[in-house]
């Protein structure tokens, strides 16, 4: 298994990697007269700025009588990526909701969740001097339906807020320029919902399990199991997106999450990158990774022929092209 401080090295290096970042956009000119202005005269008259992504990816195998082998799939994803931002004076309020749903039929199979993803993000922050905000900081992550093991089709392993992750956070926030944001929160309340109670009475996601009788063999539920876990630490957040080249753009975003009220070594890690490359107005090609890793989180998997039941690293990768509408 691979270890959490293992994970953050390339993580750390985006981090490292921040400030020459910031340099790159945010001359010694454009520093101090950003620096040195008035928020007054930096307000613009456009308090308000919304926008979005609607993108459908669909693909299609059809096999008739094909001597490789192989199966007849279909497979779709749709995901929808906005934001409202409101800036005024002193104020920055950022906010932005992802949605992403898609499924997998392979002939003769059931049918799978290819994705799932429902996150609301929202940040208020306050200019103190420059690009140095005090901020708060609201996150909301869980997913639309039921999943099913991929080995296992019968055995059930998340739903709608099964799991569903709250945080809530105050800190700073830098923002050099429009392109990075590197925020950081020592007090951060996080909590995981798993309102799923068959998952809840497992003990899915680290709540505590049910507890059970099992005199004279038959089993009885003495307590349920609980349907949140309370977690307090700190919480970083690195937010950079660029356009690489005319037609191709770049946006990777990683949250850290460390809880101090047990084993705060063992750090949470999402990390986000997706790559996007414009054909036309119209069409586009994505590319988008996931990188996870939560103590919390026990998966079943063999390992060089060993069985193994534990946290572990998750990744994902979508690669897709399809229809894409900005609004």
Do not use: C
Request: hydrophobic share 45%; proline share 3%; charged share 20%.
């Amino acid at each position: 298994m691979m270890r959490p401080l293992r994970l953050l090295s390339a993580p750390l290096a985006l981090l490292l990697l921040a400030p020459a970042l910031a340099q790159e956009d945010l001359q010694d000119n454009d520093r101090k007269a950003l620096r040195d202005k008035p928020a007054a005269t930096i307000d613009s008259a456009k308090v308000w700025t919304t926008g979005g992504v609607f993108q459908l990816n669909f693909t299609q195998v059809q096999l008739v009588n094909w001597a490789a082998g192989g199966l007849s799939s279909m497979s779709g994803i749709a995901q929808v990526n906005a934001f409202a931002n409101k800036r005024k004076g002193r104020i920055a309020w950022d906010n932005s909701l992802a949605l992403a749903y898609g499924l997998l039929a392979q002939d003769g199979k059931r049918t799978f969740k290819s994705d799932d993803r429902f996150e609301l993000n929202s940040r208020y922050g306050y200019q103190m001097k420059g690009p140095w905000y005090a901020s708060a900081m609201l996150q909301f992550r869980s997913q639309f339906t039921e999943g099913f093991d991929a080995k296992n089709d019968t055995v059930k392993i998340s739903n709608l807020l099964a799991p569903g992750y709250l945080l809530f956070g105050l800190g700073v926030d830098y923002k050099p320029n429009k392109k990075l944001s590197v925020y950081l929160s020592p007090i951060t309340a996080k909590i995981t919902f798993v309102m799923d109670q068959d998952l809840a009475d497992a003990g899915n996601f680290g709540v505590d399990p049910a507890v059970f009788d099992t005199t004279g063999g038959v089993i009885r539920k003495v307590t349920a199991g609980q349907n949140t876990l309370f977690q307090m630490g700190a919480f970083l957040n690195l937010t950079y997106q660029t356009d690489v080249a005319k037609n191709i753009g770049f946006m990777t975003r990683l949250d850290l999450f460390s809880n101090y009220l047990k084993e705060p070594s063992n750090i949470d890690v999402n990390w986000e990158m997706l790559w996007t490359f414009k054909v036309n107005s119209w069409f586009a090609a994505t590319l988008n990774t996931m990188l996870i890793y939560d103590h919390d989180i026990n998966i079943a998997r063999t390992e060089d022929g060993v069985a193994k039941f534990g946290p572990t690293t998750q990744f994902r990768e979508t690669l897709g092209v399809g229809l894409n509408f900005k609004f």
